[in-house]
């Protein structure tokens, strides 16, 4: 019994993390005058990865 609420409990983890996530990522562009906007749907820390090099660049994203 132990085992299979073990199994159970991983799969679950597993389930979670692999949803996919999106955000809206936008970037205020003062050589051009426009917003740019680029939409990011990812899984785990590839999503993370990619959020954070967008906070690096200067782009503010939005979960939806």
């Excluded at 051009?32 to 959020?51: A, I, M, N, R, T």
Aim: charge should be negative; proline fraction near 2%.
């Amino acid at each position: 019994m132990k085992k299979l609420l073990f199994l159970f409990a991983v799969g679950s983890l597993v389930s979670l993390s692999s949803c996919e996530k999106c955000s809206t990522c936008t970037f205020n562009d003062p050589e051009q005058g426009e917003l740019v906007s680029d939409d990011v749907c990812q899984k785990g820390k590839q999503y993370d990865h990619v959020l954070e090099m967008h906070d690096r660049n200067g782009w503010t994203c939005i979960e939806k």
